[in-house]
């Protein structure tokens, strides 16, 4: 199962631009390589990643076999308010995760 880590600071003034890095473990499988027996195994990539920030999408991308496992994403947002930063994900497999970080935003 993937899991992912989601950084953002501590505290954010209101207003203020801040960046979110988000790291989701996954092996993301092409679909190109072999086993050890020399079976193909199965595409199993993360095809999209949604961020939603109090009930609000800042970040969504599609994505494609080039990506690397483990993809590591860095987007900024403007802190309006304290609340929870909210990211899913899906894989090829069906598979939909989730993590969550808590955001405080100061007058």
Sequence with gaps: M????????????RGAVFEVRLLIRHPMETGFRYNNVGQKIPKNIVHTVRCVYNGAEVFHAELFP?????????????????????????????????????????E
């Design 66 to 106: 080039g990506i690397a496992a483990n993809p590591y994403f860095s987007f900024f947002t403007t802190a309006e308010a304290s609340g929870e930063l909210v990211c899913v994900w899906t894989d090829d497999t069906g598979v939909t995760t989730s993590e969550r970080v808590g955001l405080t935003v100061s």
């Design 2 to 13: 993937a899991k992912a880590r989601i950084k953002v600071p501590e505290l954010v003034k």
